[in-house]
Nanobody
Framework: QVQLVESGGGLVQGGGSLRLSCAAS????????MGWFRQAPGKEREFVAA????????FYADSVKGRFSISRDSTKNTVYLQMNSLKPEDTAVYYC????????????????WGQGAQVTVSS
């Protein structure tokens, strides 16, 4: 059974940083990709970043490129999202997701989802 658990959310001022963690179990890392998505009230869930485990390839949404960084720690079976230079518009519930794919940016491409972590950025 695939399980994903997010942690590291919280409240931060604009310009600050947070690091989200996603602990994964039951994932076949060699063929699964991991993605980060976010959803704010009244908005659709949107893609943030993705990484594939076998090759370490990454992809970012234009809105976060240069500010966010996705990475993995194979020894801990954990994926991270380092968020720097945070803006109020980054406020959302952040979800990690995974699936048996190389890499993808569409919500529908991912099969398994974590419970979400609230990130609030004040002005």
């Amino acid at each position: 059974q695939v399980q994903l658990v997010e942690s590291g959310g919280g409240l931060v001022q604009g310009g600050g940083s947070l690091r989200l963690s996603c602990a994964a179990s039951g994932v076949t890392f060699s063929i699964f990709a991991m993605g980060w998505f976010r959803q704010a009230p009244g908005k659709e869930r949107e893609f943030v970043a993705a990484i594939n485990w076998s090759g370490g390839s990454t992809f970012y949404a234009d809105s976060v490129k240069g500010r966010f960084s996705i990475s993995r720690d194979s020894t801990k079976n954990t994926v991270y999202l380092q968020m720097n230079s945070l803006k109020p518009e980054d406020t959302a519930v952040y979800y990690c997701a995974t699936g048996p794919l190389n890499i993808a940016t569409a919500t529908a491409s991912y099969k398994y989802w974590g419970q979400g972590a609230q990130v609030t950025v004040s002005s």
